[in-house]
């Protein structure tokens, strides 16, 4: 079994900062690309952010120069530091990852249940 578990989320006011948090455990044998998602009300979950297993990055144009992805492959976590919050940010964001388990052969998509995040003052 393997599970992603997301922390971190809140209530912030617009300019201020949340860093999330997504810890994979589990029967893992090695995780490739890791993601983060958001699903605002009444939209489709959309990118916001990918980082390789070797590190490179890609953000969506609506949070570059304000989130960053980052990943410390000991604990299988990523993480994403959002600053300059807007009231637009405001969405459940979900993390997501590409991994091998020790148990089923291949890499596999696998999801977190979410971690609400709301920007209003």
């Known amino acids: 079994q393997v599970q992603l578990v997301e922390s971190g989320g809140g209530l912030v006011q617009p300019g201020g900062s949340l860093r999330l948090s997504c810890a994979a455990s589990?029967?893992?044998?090695?995780?490739?690309?890791m993601r983060w998602y958001c699903q605002a009300p009444g939209k489709e979950r959309e990118l916001v952010a990918v980082?390789?297993?070797?590190?490179?990055?890609n953000y969506a144009d609506s949070v570059k120069g304000r989130f960053t992805i980052s990943r410390d492959n000991a604990k299988n976590t990523v993480y994403l530091q959002m600053n300059s919050l807007k009231p637009e940010d405001t969405a459940v964001y979900y993390c997501?990852?590409?991994?091998?388990?020790?148990?089923?052969?291949?890499?596999?998509?696998?999801w977190g249940q979410g971690t609400q995040v709301t920007v209003s003052s």
């Open positions: 997501n990852a590409d991994i091998r388990s020790r148990v089923v052969p291949g890499y596999h998509d696998y």
């Open positions: 589990g029967s893992i044998f090695s995780i490739s690309a």
């Open positions: 980082i390789t297993s070797g590190g490179s990055t």
